[in-house]
DNA sequence: GGAATTTATATAAACTACTGATATAAATTT
DNA sequence: AAATTTATATCAGTAGTTTATATAAATTCC
């Protein structure tokens, strides 16, 4: 039986791990997310980007503005929406987005390196589920 | 197999979506992150924080200057060593801590509902692996 | 055993990422 | 077409940082 409680101490104790190790380039959480955000779901608006992530409009557009400035968005008219913009990832911040996971990659291998095959083996069967709960979460109206 | 990579894709949407859970009151990743290594390791000086929250002494300073005006620790004078301070949670900072997580129980608790009992049994079977993977992660010199 | 160095914390100034309130212009409703 | 709503922008203020520097206790080194 899954102990939910359980659950949501490790989940504590990873995403603390996670956002504290140790990478080069310094980025905000939001700067990141926004950046992960766009690459999986394409090209978006400032506001799916501000429900998305739970900050102010206000917050998206001054984040967006500095995004656009050092070249890792690029804003465009939405050619259905008069005042609406639609934010795409460049290339550049598609690269970005990569070299931060392949830094994660690396130190999370060294730490699955510890663990014995039957733990990892544990951890690749969870990971569907897992991946499910975070789509789940992350979905709009996933959290209201 | 586990394939890390995936892991690490998994690790950022778990981490996005933990963070964006809504919650009552809030506060910043690093005033929580504080308590709950205060209330893991129990009282310790401003360096230990300092090195286990990887920002600046000066930050911790700060920051612990703020959770003694709320009453959330108390910096007590180490009784072997005249500079240094250890700095204890309080009943009150405890608490905070503790109900930060009946939230986020609470909101996992509706999105693992939404599982088959099969993925929530592959999450429970992954649990200590995951756990040791976290703690390998938080350690001192554990990414050096 | 005292001078030099290192270590633990504090403080000041500047900067970044936000929030809240308000403005503007395009779309929609009436 | 006037009124309302929606999408974005701007402005002022605040919180949480960083960098650089200061101070005092502990340690090291002759």
Redesign the interface.
Known sequence: ??????????????????????VRQRLS?TTL?VL?TLEGRGPMRLTGLTAA??VTQSAITQLVAKLERDGLVERRPDPSDGRAVLVHVTDAGAAVVRSR?AE??A??????A??TPA????????????????????EPG??P
């Open positions: 039986m899954l102990d939910v409680t359980e659950l949501t101490a490790v989940l504590e104790d990873l995403t603390r791990m996670h956002i504290r190790l140790p959480f997310s992960h992530e739970q996971r994660r990659v130190g999370l291998e060294r730490l699955a510890a663990l733990e990892r083996d544990a951890i690749a069967a969870a990971l569907p589920a897992l991946a499910r709960i975070a789509r789940a979460g992350d996933g959290h």
